[in-house]
């Protein structure tokens, strides 16, 4: 499963210039990731200064 970007996301660009495998594209409110180019490295989610990027055990429970 691939990592999820959360509603804190203040669309700062860090985690989409983290992301090895260029899953993650500016999107309307806040940026997402492509669920098929996410390796679940957790790139994103180390370079996150608001922690709005949760790994799969913690984006199975945001409903975002």
């Known amino acids: 499963m691939a990592h ?3 509603d804190s996301c203040i669309s700062c660009g ?3 210039d983290s992301c090895p495998a ?4 500016e999107g309307k ?3 997402v990731i492509d ?3 996410c390796t679940d490295c957790g790139e994103c989610a180390d370079g996150c ?5 949760l790994g799969e055990k ?4 945001v409903k975002n």
């Open 14 to 16: 860090t985690c989409a």
């Open 49 to 53: 200064q608001e922690n709005a990027v």
């Open 29 to 31: 409110d806040k940026y």
């Open 35 to 37: 669920a098929t180019k």
């Open 22 to 25: 260029g899953a993650i594209t």
């Open 4 to 6: 999820k970007i959360t």
């Open 58 to 61: 913690k984006a199975k429970k």
